[in-house]
């Protein structure tokens, strides 16, 4: 209801969503107000992340910068071991996780999360 005229709406990701496809008591969200689209002559437009693949090493270089600095915070929920898999995928699904979900599966090796 609180979009200007002649907005711009960024569509993005729907893995919060998955979890409907399995199961049929529940319904995926659904764009309420349809008609305000309409009446405010607004856009929605999908973006895929992968439309940028060029300029993948440009950011990544911009946003680990950014990181050093102390300007950009990330977290990461690890999971310890493939029997934690399950539950790291569940929570990812449910939108239980704090940051990026990486199962553990060794300890002999160290993880970073890649920018």
């Given at each position: 209801m609180?979009i200007?005229?002649l907005?711009?709406?960024?569509a993005?990701g729907?893995i919060?969503?998955?979890?409907y496809?399995?199961?049929?008591?529940?319904?995926?969200?659904?764009?309420?107000n349809y008609?305000r689209?309409i009446?405010?002559?607004?856009?929605?437009q999908g973006f895929l992340?992968f439309?940028y693949?060029?300029?993948?090493?440009l950011?990544i270089?911009?946003?680990?910068a950014?990181?050093k600095q102390g300007?950009?915070k990330f977290?990461?929920?690890?999971?310890?071991?493939?029997?934690?898999?399950?539950?790291?995928?569940?929570?990812?699904l449910m939108?239980?996780?704090k940051?990026?979900?990486i199962?553990?599966?060794?300890?002999?090796?160290t993880?970073k999360p890649?920018l």
């Amino acid at each position: 209801m609180h979009i200007r005229d002649l907005s711009r709406v960024i569509a993005c990701g729907a893995i919060s969503s998955y979890k409907y496809f399995n199961d049929a008591k529940q319904q995926p969200y659904r764009i309420k107000n349809y008609s305000r689209i309409i009446i405010k002559r607004a856009l929605i437009q999908g973006f895929l992340y992968f439309d940028y693949a060029k300029e993948f090493p440009l950011a990544i270089a911009e946003l680990s910068a950014f990181v050093k600095q102390g300007k950009l915070k990330f977290s990461v929920d690890y999971h310890n071991g493939i029997e934690e898999a399950p539950r790291g995928l569940k929570g990812l699904l449910m939108g239980e996780n704090k940051g990026k979900v990486i199962i553990r599966i060794s300890n002999d090796i160290t993880l970073k999360p890649a920018l």
